[in-house]
Each structure stands twice: as C-alpha cells, then as structure tokens.
C-alpha cells in the first residue's frame, strides 16, 4: 500500500491551486462554445488529437508523420478559424472586469433603461422597470417570466409594447441583463403617498421599501417619468435627469427605506388613472399606473 501511495505526486496548496484554474479555464471555454459552430469544431480538432495519439500507440509510422508535420500549423489554423470566438471571450472578459471595478460603465450599460423610458415618455407606454443592486430581487424574478437576456433598448421597447404578452408586471435588470419580465412586486403601503397613486406606482415604490433597488417608472396616463428609490418617489423627471439620478444612485447606494416616509415633491398632485381598487397587503400584477 505504501508503494502505490508513494507513486503518486504529492498534493501542495499550489497543485490544488493550479488544478482549480485549469478546470475554470476549461469550464469558460465550453461555456463560450456551447450552442456555436465552434462547438463542432472542437469535435474535429478532439478527432485530431485522438488520431495523432492512435498513430504513436499503434506505430502507425506514415499517419504519425502526416499528422506531426502538419501540427505545427495547427495553432495557426485555430487562431484563423476562431478568430471570432477568440474577440468575443476577450470582450466577455474586460466586460466583467469593467462592471466589477468601474461605476461609471455600469452607469452606461443602464443608459438603454433611459433611452426606453423616453420612447414610453413620447408614446404615453406605461413602464416599470426595477434595477437590482446589493440586496438580491430572486423572490421577484421567480413570480415573472425568465428572460436572462441582454439588456437593450429595442428589447425593452418590445417586452412593453401594449399588444405584447409580457407588457403588463414589471422588468428586472440585473447588471447589464434582463432577468425577468411581467414581474409581480409587493405594493406600497405608505399612507403618505397620494391615494390617485395606481398600482404601477406603488409596486416601484413598495419594492424599493423592501430592498436596496431602484424602479424607473413610466405613467401611461400622462408619459410622466418617476424614479423610486428608498421607498421614496420623483415624478416628472425629464430624460436628462433621469440619467443624472441613475448616475449617482448607481455609485451610491441606499438603505431599504423604513416606513412611513414621505414623497421627495411634498404634497403629491393627483393623477386619476381608473386604477382599481386592492387590498394593501397583496401582491398584483401591475396593469394600471398612477
């Protein structure tokens, strides 16, 4: 037993280390192939090696040859072949660091949420989208339909296009992609808040008093802009400031507001939306807004 223990290398910090990268390199490029015509290319090239390794078992001396002068271009070939699939790991690569270490480029990966809300401003589009930040949202992305899509404007402009399926509820964004869509959010149940206020409002309002997120919110009785953060409310923003709020939340968070708080404008002013009436501790699909 001591003899076959001793034939084996002996494991350091730095083996496991080592191994652990590896595995997580190999991990990231089956990842980045999967579901590509890349996928199959990697079939050819395992085919390759295995023949290669065949011809030195077997003493298949004309195959061997073959294959080792062809071997050194190889490398060349792969490079050539996926050049594409080479660009896209380097840009999914300095895409990560960029989020993890840059506040300023996750406030341009949110700068679509700013474009859509002034599309549904111009077109009166009733809109809830909710940024999550520290304070996780899966409770809320579990109620809706999973997406894991990138997040952009064209696809924001679909999903809240009245005749689509997924228009009423609200959006959750996570980092620079698409959680979920028609999203059920707990209402608001502050009774500062202007009772003209319908449930689009509210859920915005009611999920920023649960949790650290941010909801952009579009009135599609009047197109006005509202951004809701700490269980508080800014109505009537323009596309400028919008973006400006965005900027400094993004860099700074906040606490999960306590209730009851007041709406940052003072005394609300009313806005009748034919809302209908809820209890106030349930939790609805957000059709109507205020």
């Not at 009785?221 to 809701?228: F, K, N, P, R, V």
């Amino acid at each position: 037993m001591t003899q076959f223990t001793a034939a084996w290398p002996r494991l350091t910090a730095t083996s496991v280390i080592d191994i652990l990268l590896v595995a997580i390199i190999i991990y990231e490029l089956l990842a980045l192939i999967k579901g590509t015509r890349a996928s199959l290319m990697v079939v050819g090239v395992a085919a390759l090696a295995l023949a290669f390794y065949l011809s030195r078992f077997g003493q298949l001396t004309t195959l061997n040859w073959l294959i080792s002068t062809l071997l050194p271009y190889t490398v060349f070939a792969l490079i050539v072949v996926f050049a594409a699939e080479i660009r896209q790991a380097l840009t999914r690569l300095g895409r990560k660091l960029t989020f993890s270490y840059s506040g300023a480029s996750e406030e341009d990966a949110y700068d679509d949420i700013v474009l859509a809300a002034n599309l549904f401003c111009q077109n009166q589009t009733g809109a809830l989208m909710v940024i999550e930040r520290e304070i996780g949202l899966r409770t809320y992305i579990e109620s809706g339909v999973p997406l894991d899509a990138r997040l952009s404007y064209d696809l924001l402009a679909t999903i809240f296009r009245p005749s689509a399926p997924l228009h009423d509820g609200a959006v959750i964004v996570q980092q620079d992609r698409i959680a979920a869509a028609a999203c059920f959010l707990p209402l608001s149940m502050n009774p500062v808040l202007s009772t003209q206020l319908g449930t689009r409002h509210r859920a915005g309002i009611g999920v920023t008093e649960e949790t650290d997120a941010i909801a952009v919110i579009v009135s599609e009785e009047t197109g006005g802009i509202s951004l809701a953060v700490g269980g508080k409310i800014e109505r009537d923003l323009t596309v400028e400031q919008l973006r400006d709020r965005l900027g400094e939340l993004l860099r700074h968070p906040v606490r999960p507001a306590t209730l009851p708080t007041p709406i940052t404008h003072g005394v609300p002013h009313e806005e009748g939306d034919g809302s209908r009436a809820y209890p106030a501790d349930s939790r609805v699909n957000q059709e109507t807004d205020g």
